[in-house]
Every structure is written in C-alpha cells, then in structure tokens.
C-alpha cells in the first residue's frame, strides 16, 4: 500500500518567516509541525556575541547587529538597536513575496474544540483572498467558507480589492499598554472570536507586530517598524507606527487591511514598570500622532509605496518636528529606510495602483 502524500504547505517557497530575539528560540519545537517547510529569518537583537541557538531540522538565516551594519552600512542607523522593531530589517533583506512575523514568547494555541491552531496557515488565507474595505460586511469576511456578502451589499463592490496585511490576535496575554497592565495586572483574554473583517478604508487602529503576515511585494516599504529602543526616547511603539503609515498608504492605494483570526497564545508578560518608561512619551504623543495620520492624505502623483512613503516622511517632518525633535529624525530615517529597502531590493518592480 502507498505512503500517503503529504501535502505541501501553502505558500512554501514564497514564504519568510523573521522572528527578532535576545535568547535561544527553543519556542520552535511548538511550532515545528507548521514553520518546519518554511524558511525562518532570525534578527538577533543586543549583543551580538552572544550565540544564539535554534533547533535542529530548521531552514534559517541569522543576522546580528554587526551583520547589519556589514550589509547596510551608514544606512544601519536606521534599524534599531536593542527593541523588536530590528525584526523590520528581516523585512528587508527577505525575497519572498510574504511574511510571517512573531515573537519568541508566542505559543501555538487551541480553538475551543481543543486543536491545535495553524495560525500561519490562516494568515495565508487572509492573504490570498480579498479585502472589502469600502463598504462594511455585516456577516465580516465574505469570502471565508459558509458566508457570503449580505443583503444589500452593493454588487460592483464584491469583487474586493488585494489584501496587503493580515493581522493576528492573541489569547492569554492581552497587548495592553502599560497602564492598562498595572490596573488589570491578572487579566487574561480568554475570548476566542471565531472571526475575520477588513479594517474599513480611513479607520486607523493599534496593529501588534507579535503576529502579524503581509504581502511584502506589495506593501514592504511601508513597513518600516521606526526608530526605537537604544538611544532613543521612546519604544513599543514601532508595530503602532508602522500600522499608522501602512494604514494611510493602504488606503491610498486602494488595498485592504484584515484583523481577527488567527490566534497565538501570548505566554509572557512584560514588565509594566519598564514598560510605562519605554511607553509614556508615546501615550503623550499618541494624542498628536492619531489626528495627523486620520487628516493625512496623499497627492495622486503618489502611485508607488515609495514615492507614498517619502511623501509621508515630508509631512511627517513638516507637522510632527513641532510636537519633539524626536520626529525629524524618525523622517529622516524613513528617507534612510527607503534607501536602503531599494538598494537591496534593485528589481525595480515598484507596485503602482490601479487609479
């Protein structure tokens, strides 16, 4: 009798998964069954003497603070140093038309029928099917299996529109700023939301960058994850900017954002007291940041993600550089950011919208 055919993983040689870490990825044995087939981009953030182990029998490439500066030179001062958001640079350097981010404290977690949740294996979905960002579905995403557009939804509407981001959830741990921890510092999300909906076109929202999959061919240069951690005033809030600037570009460009499913199960929660320092200028500042990114909007000349981007790097230095000083220099290194991105992405295959 014939073995059975395994089935090959969707997406398998057009996939890049980038985890960033400080320590040993013994978090991969959990995940071995679904990120096995795939190839994984390790960005080891702090030292980088410090040798980090990953488990046999997987496809990897790891990259410390000196392989950075080695690749882009100059250019590394725009990747930051001792925060999450050095996992960008994986973004960067990848070939493959998506990928898949998570943190190395993230779990495989259970639907309520107690399996085990592929999450990557959903992301892929949420990707290959089309977003609705312009008219509201009420029964969410119409095109998961047992749903459809409802009575009322407008025809011309229904084809949808590409999806460019796919954004997770999480059970256990909520991602909840500081204060919210210190308040609630025994809450746990239990809450498992059998759902998905595209993000409405001009809403913005809080995008967690634990779990989290994007086409990169399409919105990879926007997904600039800014300049925190070491040397600068703020942090946790790179996942936050990058989803602000994505949103407004996404947009722009007529491309759709889903939340909801999948979930991963958050083990650790991070300290609030270290968090509330890393995180209070952003909570002043955030009260500035929302009502530009809503106000903001791009010429029409602006069809790459590129010539977007640098656009909104322009109006960031211009209205945001009153705010802190701090802005001028994230404007700059998202001008750095872009350089870099198309110096090692020289194909010259720049998306251009459909308008």
């Not at 392989?67 to 001792?82: E, H, T, V």
């Not at 557009?149 to 981001?165: C, H, I, K, M, N």
């Not at 999959?213 to 996942?239: C, H, N, S, T, V």
Request: include cysteine; hydrophobic fraction near 35%; glycine fraction near 6%.
């Amino acid at each position: 009798m014939a073995s059975p055919v395994t089935p090959t993983p969707i997406l398998k040689d057009e996939l890049d998964i980038v985890i960033p870490t400080i320590r040993n990825l013994d978090f991969l044995e959990m995940w071995r069954p679904f990120f096995q087939p795939y190839h994984l981009i390790i960005v080891q953030d702090g030292d980088p003497s410090k040798v980090i182990k990953v488990p046999e029998g997987f496809d990897y490439e790891l990259y410390n603070r000196n392989d950075i500066n080695r690749i882009l030179g100059p250019k590394a001062s725009c990747i930051s140093f001792k925060d999450s958001a050095c996992r960008c640079f994986g973004y960067m350097v990848s070939k493959k038309k998506y990928i898949f981010t998570i943190d190395d404290d993230c779990f495989v977690a259970k639907d309520p029928s107690g399996n085990d949740i592929n999450a990557l294996e959903q992301h892929i979905k949420n990707l290959l099917s089309p977003s609705t960002p312009f008219f509201f579905n009420t029964l969410y995403d119409p095109y998961r299996e047992g749903t459809d557009f409802v009575r009322g939804y407008p025809f011309s509407l229904r084809e949808g529109v590409p999806t460019a981001v796919s954004h997770g959830l999480w059970l256990n741990i909520p991602d909840y700023d500081a204060p919210t921890q210190l308040v609630k510092p025994r809450e746990r999300n239990t809450r498992f939301v059998d759902a998905v909906l595209t993000i409405p076109k001009g809403t913005l929202f809080p995008m967690c960058g634990m779990n989290l999959a994007f086409d990169r061919e399409l919105i990879g240069p926007a997904m600039y994850f800014g300049l925190m951690g070491d040397g600068q005033p703020i942090g946790r809030y790179d996942d936050m900017w990058a989803g602000w600037c994505m949103k407004v570009i996404c947009d722009h460009m007529g491309w759709g954002v889903k939340t909801g499913l999948p979930y991963i199960w958050h083990s650790k929660a991070s300290n609030p007291f270290v968090n509330l320092k890393k995180e209070y200028k952003g909570i002043y500042w955030q009260e500035e940041l929302i009502p530009f990114f809503q106000a903001t909007t791009l010429p029409k000349e602006c069809t790459t993600v590129q010539s977007c981007y640098k656009e909104l790097s322009k109006q960031v230095k211009a209205k945001l550089g009153k705010v802190d000083d701090y802005f001028n220099k994230l404007a700059d290194a998202m001008l750095t950011w872009i350089e870099a991105w198309d110096e090692l992405n020289p194909s010259g295959q720049q998306v251009v919208n459909g308008k």
